[in-house]
């Protein structure tokens, strides 16, 4: 039986879950917008573990959400699954943010599902999947503008879901096109990191970084 715990701390929303067989069996979030999740993950860890009635001892593998999302949120999930992966001698599995996130979509029966994180202003990290979930068009950041995805807006029914999703309501007009706000969570990356256990598709522990996308950059203070 194999025993996984998912890290999702890609965005404001602090999750935690662990999986049995890619079947969730408890999941612990919170979502608040101050970046809580120095404070809180490792707390949520423990929860997860009390709840599912586990110990690090029945846990196979750690799965953490590699990005693109906030570069402090990643920083500190990927943190603490390659500090567990170490101390418990655990495989390490990354799972990609976006993918993720378009899972929520798949159950609305939509032609295209294409997650959108805020990358601030009017910028965003877009990945594009079809129906059943194949990824169709890689991860990009980009500026949104009246015919971002117009080309699957005229295929088909497209949902846009995200904390980015309200950017594009704002700009595109066709009537295919379809809006849900959300963030990504640990419930969606119990079956990505199962799959990627049984293909023993693995991270180096040593040198895994989260997948930025961007450059992190220090804001200025103004003269």
């Given at each position: 039986m194999t025993m996984i715990l998912n890290l999702e701390t890609a965005t404001t929303n602090c999750s935690v879950s662990i999986?049995?067989?890619?079947?969730?069996?408890?999941?612990r979030e919170d979502n608040s917008p101050n970046y809580s999740h120095s404070e809180q993950l490792h707390i949520f860890i423990e929860e997860a573990l009390k709840g599912a009635s586990l110990t690090f001892r029945d846990i196979s593998a750690i799965a953490v959400s590699k990005g693109p999302g906030s570069y402090t949120g990643l920083?500190?999930?990927?943190?603490?699954?390659?500090?567990l992966c170490f101390s418990l001698d655990l495989p390490l599995i990354s799972v990609s943010t976006l993918e993720s996130l378009a899972k929520q979509g798949y159950a609305k029966n939509y032609d295209f599902i294409i997650p959108l994180l805020d990358a601030r202003r009017m910028e965003v990290y877009s990945a594009v999947f079809d129906a059943e979930g194949n990824n169709i068009r890689e991860t990009r950041a980009e500026i949104i503008n009246k015919?971002?995805?117009?080309?699957?807006?005229?295929?088909g029914s497209v949902l846009l879901i995200g904390d980015g999703a309200?950017?594009?309501?704002?700009?595109?007009?066709?009537?295919?096109?379809n809006?849900?706000?959300?963030?990504?969570?640990a419930n969606e990356m119990g079956e990505l990191s199962y799959k990627k256990f049984k293909a023993n598709d693995f991270e180096n522990v040593a040198y895994f970084e989260p997948y930025y996308l961007k450059d992190f950059m220090l804001p200025t203070k103004k003269a």
């Open positions: 999986a049995r067989n890619g079947e969730i069996i408890y999941l920083r500190i999930g990927v943190s603490a699954a390659k500090g015919d971002s995805f117009l080309e699957y807006a005229q295929k309200e950017k594009c309501r704002e700009l595109l007009d066709h009537p295919n096109f809006y849900h706000s959300a963030l990504p969570a």
